[in-house]
Nanobody, 125 residues
């Protein structure tokens, strides 16, 4: 059974940093591209960042987080991370990690096979 478990969310002030983690089990982690998505109340689930399965570590980011967020992965620990810096109130959302059995990272949530339950990030002004 595949499980993706996010952690690291919380309540922070604008300008602060957080690091989210997503621990994966039940899948060949190093074969999966991994992504982060977020969903604010009343809005669609939006793409945040993605990283390829391969050692090249190709990464893509949403324009809204480029330069502030960084995605990384540790295949030895079956974990993907999202380092979030200079947080803004508009970053407030539930953050989900997702796994796609693809080598190329994808921005569309429809390309992903599995998704976690999410972790809440709240940024106060």
């Amino acid at each position: 059974q595949v499980q993706l478990v996010e952690s690291g969310g919380g309540l922070v002030q604008a300008g602060d940093s957080l690091r989210l983690s997503c621990a994966a089990s039940g899948l060949a982690f190093s074969s999966y591209a991994m992504g982060w998505f977020r969903q604010a109340p009343g809005k669609d689930r939006d793409f945040v960042a993605t990283i390829s399965a391969t050692s090249t570590g190709v990464r893509y980011y949403a324009d809204s987080v480029k330069g502030r967020f960084a995605i990384s992965r540790d295949n030895a620990k079956n974990t993907v991370y999202l380092e979030m810096n200079s947080l803004k109130p508009e970053d407030t959302a539930v953050y989900f990690c997702a796994a796609a059995l693809l080598t190329t990272p994808m921005r569309s949530r429809n390309e992903y096979d599995y998704r976690g339950q999410g972790t809440q990030v709240t940024v106060s002004s």
